[in-house]
């Protein structure tokens, strides 16, 4: 069997035998003994070594202590602007509701008919833009036939109701008709959607003066609308002697794509006639 003593063993022993008589034994002041000095010019190497080894651990460990400091700061501001951006976004959507709302309830105050806010919870997707849904139904009174607007104008008129939905048939689409008047000179006729997105104002006498920029606004006949609620300014007036009546093209006043917020129209249709 191999001896568990060997030189390398013998060697360590010596030398921490050396450190440990160096530590216990100070003497007094004045310079080092002969043993002194040869222990420690024997243990300085070993001493630097573990010394030095011992910082570049320490270093090391300091270093990750500080990036895993450094890490979670990061996330920790990361979350803060996150939250931040959040808040902003929640207050610029409240500030902008809020405008929509004000707006809608100075419309309402012009009108001395009852009225439901609604908002609109889907717009049909199709490139003609022609249906949208609301949250009210005929558990909050409404029912087909109603006219439905915004602060902007008119939007359309309901067609179908559920308890606590509705259907409106928005005014681009081809079954829309709207009585209408050209604000500037009077002329009359009907405002019916193209489906793409414009409207035309049919049956206007070639004699009637018509021209792009005027203002068409809700006639009252037919009793879905009130009189001078606006539908839309002309972009197009053809003067053509040929045709019995103009050919009026009018641009709806109202963003149907970005709707929000709508007032329904609940007053007798006889009432809304007479205003």
């Known amino acids: 069997m191999r001896r568990l003593t060997s030189r390398p063993y013998l060697g360590l022993v010596i030398l921490i035998a050396l450190v440990v008589l160096l530590l216990l034994y100070t003497g007094g002041p004045g310079e080092m003994t002969l043993a002194e000095k040869a222990v420690v010019e024997a ?16 270093g090391v460990w300091d270093r990750y202590i500080h990036l895993v400091q450094l890490k979670d700061e990061n996330q920790r501001l ?12 929640r207050l610029k959507e409240l500030e902008m509701a809020n405008d ?35 949250n009210k139904g005929s558990d909050q009174g409404i029912r ?28 681009t689409d081809p079954n829309s008709a709207v009585g209408g008047v ?11 959607g193209s489906g793409g997105g414009e409207l ?9 003066n018509v021209e792009k920029g005027d203002l068409v606004v809700t006639s009252a006949l037919g009793g879905i609308f009130p009189k001078g609620i606006i539908i ?44």
Request: charged share 30%; aromatic share 8%.
């Open 43 to 58: 243990t300085g190497p070993f001493q630097r070594l573990i010394n030095s080894t011992s910082d570049f651990v320490l």
């Open 78 to 89: 990361k979350e803060e602007l996150a939250g931040t951006e959040e808040d902003k976004s």
């Open 100 to 134: 929509r709302l004000r707006r809608l309830l100075d419309f309402k105050s012009r009108y001395p008919f009852a009225t439901v806010p609604a908002e609109v919870m889907a717009i049909d997707p199709s490139a003609w833009i022609r249906t949208a849904v609301i």
């Open 144 to 171: 087909p036939g109603v006219g439905v607007v915004s602060a902007a104008g008119v939007v359309g008129r309901v067609v179908k109701v559920s308890s606590n939905y509705s259907k409106v048939l928005l005014i």
């Open 182 to 192: 050209v604000q500037r000179t009077r002329a009359r006729g009907l405002v019916v």
């Open 200 to 208: 035309e104002l049919k049956y206007v006498e070639q004699t009637l």
């Open 232 to 275: 839309g300014r002309v972009v197009e007036a053809d003067k053509r002697r040929a045709r019995l009546f103009k050919r009026v093209k009018v641009e709806p006043r109202v963003d149907l794509a970005r709707l929000e917020e709508v007032l329904v129209f609940m007053g007798n249709p006889k009432e809304l006639e007479g205003f």
